[in-house]
């Protein structure tokens, strides 16, 4: 499975643009990249995924570089509720559905 | 919300019980997946399925045995709980080329 590696921690001003970066240089070309959140102790909640092209659904953005070693999920009018644990997550499909977790980016909204 | 439910949500047992932990769902999806949470760690894969009697290892899989007879159980077995298995567990299920869905959590505590 493809690694990927976040920014343990960031900060974002309420209701400016959060840009979350992740980076995933040993992606293979079937596998898709997923960003998930967690909220205090819930369960992962799903964000958005994509293959290569930019992704845009009522939650965020994703943006995937050409050479899909990195992307950014952008939540664009951060609020206090976005405060939370996201995980950029690299899954193939066709057989290889292992969903594995890194430690993730703690992401802090400041009032 | 997709329909998955763990049970017990939770539960106190002693060293050396075992225990089983039950993921149930109502969605017909192929994969389902074990993860455990602890503190200082994101979520890590215990074990996972890909089908009924097909199972696979995760990343911290010692201690740990499951069991998929049936689409819509997924069983993870402590043989003999120890105090290292306190922890939060967590149940995922996927149909493949969608996204994940996460049960709300088991906080099992081994005393």
């Known amino acids: 499975d493809a690694k990927t590696t976040q920014p343990t921690s960031m900060d974002c001003a309420e209701g400016r643009a959060a840009n979350l970066p992740c980076n995933h240089s040993t992606i293979s070309g079937n596998e898709y990249v997923y960003w998930y959140r967690q909220i205090h102790s819930q369960g992962p909640q799903y964000i958005i995924h994509?293959?290569?092209n930019n992704e845009t659904n009522e939650m965020a953005s994703l943006i995937i570089t050409e050479d899909r070693k990195s992307s950014t999920l952008i939540l664009p009018h951060a609020t206090l509720r976005d405060t939370a644990v996201y995980y950029c997550?690299?899954?193939?499909?066709?057989?290889?559905?292992?969903?594995?977790f890194g430690t993730g980016t703690r992401l802090t909204i400041i009032p | 919300d997709a329909g998955i439910t763990q049970s017990p949500r939770h539960k106190v047992t002693e060293t050396g019980t075992p225990v089983t932990l039950r993921c149930h769902q109502t969605?017909?999806?192929?994969?389902m997946y074990w993860y455990r949470q602890d503190p200082g760690h994101g979520l890590r894969l215990i074990h996972y399925?890909?089908?009924?009697?097909?199972?696979d290892k995760g990343e911290v899989s010692d201690g740990y045995s499951v069991s998929r007879s049936k689409t819509e159980d997924f069983l993870l077995t402590l043989e003999s709980a120890t105090s290292s298995q306190t922890s939060v567990y967590f149940c995922?299920?996927?149909?493949?080329?969608?996204?994940?869905?996460f049960g709300q959590g088991t906080r099992l505590t081994v005393v």
């Open positions: 994509g293959l290569k």
């Open positions: 399925s890909y089908g009924v009697k097909d199972t």
């Open positions: 969605e017909n999806h192929r994969y």
């Open positions: 995922a299920i996927s149909g493949g080329r969608g996204h994940a869905f």
């Open positions: 997550i690299v899954r193939g499909n066709f057989g290889n559905e292992k969903l594995t």
